[in-house]
């Protein structure tokens, strides 16, 4: 089937502002949207510029606003957005060129959160595994799924408005540390989150976990660890 | 040169063995991780299945059973000597992960959970092991994001988004890299002591592939440039479950919960290939056996797949006709949900790219280019070894996929890989900062860019008349036809030719972007001139080789030959042509024999 691309085109080394070009192109309803940009760039125009490389999902270098909504190109097929579809840089990161944003500050805003395992306690005498139950495992499972796309953030009206906000993503990670069981800073976290461009910005609009490709429910998990907050509790 | 870096240790790379290189190397010496992804864009992440280590938490395990199954596995070309370190060093490497925060699965007791994976096996018994450590269908995703974070908590020095294009030598030793800076086009020169590279496999060259845009073999053909052999390049592993047409993975897992493999007739067909394991049998022989069913005509609607079945009444069945217990001895049981917990990225893969429902409805699937066995050639210290004497190079080190120890040998173990990447890349860091603390830096040449510098102006300045994109589409077919899973003389005569072909036309690519901020054009026509060396590497390492060994399976030579081949094949660049020398495998406990499964 024939199919209509309107894509955002920016070559900082040409354009003042950036505007869109409209392919026409051959494609099938399977395709990704990802293969059809791959062809548009191989065949058509080979400067348009955009990140890939697992192309199916996992990696999270492709997100960008598809039909307006934040999306993985490689986890979007035709048969999905019809014959007509728009693409655009997510929102809210400074375009570098077309559909490549710099993600420094998305991830300066990660690095914030201590987005890493922390545990001073001596290990286990036999040198053994920590023990954590399945349950325990269980409690902070969903937001271990997340692949730092971005796209939840660039989804959020907070962010949008104020950049300095942490955003959605930075706080899935926290989460990911604050609720396991092994991990021994949460506190630390919580104080992190607690400042003013912390977890206070989220206004609950919901945008993130429509946008998550991994189908995390981040609204959910920052209502958790907001509740941490509160509470002083971890359950 | 404008812009030089001056470190002690540089880490090209950033996936499992790269991160994990650049966190030991950076404990005591002065480290770069240079990647032109972000970190967390790397392959490693898109590993499913597990990593394997003897922990016995379900069950009796050894590493020596885990050190018979990889030398098994790997149809007894692996050096036997690297395998059983692995395999020795692979419970401590799990452990280290699990007291590096990894979230594993946990066992009712709290322990790692353990599945069983193709080719690990009670050696005593001969079925199935519960082996592979899993978190969930993404251990990749969580070894990957893991190693990030301690490197972030250890303060690792990252460049990220800067793609390699040269490695500097100085008096034959390592004296840096050279990298282009993606977001300015800027080249940048890494003036290092010791250079380690973790750049990945290059399974790009096939159509129909598991391995993500970014595996374009990089710095296996950067070194082969400057004359470093590489080994056993012949060798490449073809997933037996990738989805159809699209090659994404489909891990074994999905087999080690209870799948199977079903044909265009309805039948379980893995019994008549591998009696014992069946559905788990090693990779090699799984994509043989649906290769056979394909070509004897019972394939699903006389088209090239086949299915794969994880429907809990059909895993049930077969679990029961089987014999197959849990831990306690009661029968093995499973329902939809715990397949959709245990395999849950799976599940949604099926539901995205084929519309389909695993747990109501069976996956089409078909073999998919997905493992690179060969490449530089290492010790079991990831220190580059460039003859069949041992000799290393100061000063150079591979580790990861991209490197040869061998421990994969003609086919690797499901789970290997990741193991692969903690172990060699902890050693490959600690070797790296070792050396660099006796090593001086070399002086670095006035002309230390003019390689990247002229590689990049040939394909500015080519004529255009040749389409990079289609010359990538040609390459891909003709190796996934005919460097594929079976392979013949005259097809792979036939290839070789057509590489070459390429190879020459290549030389009239014209890149259109003149910019030098992102000119993702020019980096990717770059990495076709590396896919287009490997490929010709590949295909003549593949028609030199005469006999049929773990991932090499030649029509006209359908038996191992270990009279003539029990060896691995070198090949090298010398004064631009290439030549194929050979060195002994390492055998210390087992005799090689039949193997059966």
Redesign the interface.
Known sequence: MEITVKIFRY????DKRGNYVTYKVEADE?DRVLDVL??I???V???L?????????????DAMRINGRNMLAC?T?VRDTGSNITVEPILGLPI???L?V??EPF?DNY?KVL?????DSP?PEN????????E??AR??ET??C??CACCTTSCPSYWANGEYYGPAAIVSAH??IF?S??EAAEQRLHVLAETDGIARCHTAYNCTVACPR?IKVTKAIGEVKMAMMTGKLD | MANVHQFDVVVVGAGGAGLMAGLYASRTAKTAVISKLYPTRSHTGAAQGGISAALGNYEEDKPEWHMYDTVKGSDYLGDQDAIEFMTNEAINAVLELEHMGLPFDRTPEGRISQRPFGGHTNNETGKPVRRAAHAADRTGHMILQTLYQQCLKNKVNFFDEYQVLDFIMVNGKAAGVVAVELATGELHTIHAKAVIFATGGHGRIFEVTSNAYAYTGDGAAILLRHGIPLEDMEFFQFHPTGIYKLGILITEGVRGEGGILINGNGERFMPKYAPTVKDLASRDVVSRAIYTEIKEGRGVNGKNYVYLDVRPESVNKFAAMDGRTNPDGSPYKITGEQVLAKLPDIIDFCRVYLGVDPITQMMPIQPTAHYTMGGIPTNKYGEVVVDDNGTIFPGLYAAGECACVSVHGANRLGTNSLLDLVVFGKYAGLRAAEYAKQADFEKLPEEAESGARSAFDALRNGSGKENAFDLSNELKKVMFEDVGIYRNEKDMAAALEKVRELQKRFKDVGVNDTGKIFNTELLNAWELGNLLDIAEVVAMSALNRKESRGGHSREDYPERDDKNWLKHTLIAKKNGKLEISYKPVVITKHQPKARVY
Do not use: W
Request: contains cysteine; hydrophobic residues 25%.
């Open positions: 070559n900082p080394e040409k399977n791959e062809y760039k191989g065949k125009d080979g400067a510029s955009f990140r890939r490389s697992c192309a199916h999902g996992v990696c999270g270098s986890k097929l570098q060129k077309d490549i710099d993600m991830f690095k987005p890493y395992f922390i545990n290990l040198g053994r595994e920590r023990l954590q139950s399945p325990e495992r902070f499972d271990t799924k692949i730092l990911r540390f396991d092994r991990d189908e």
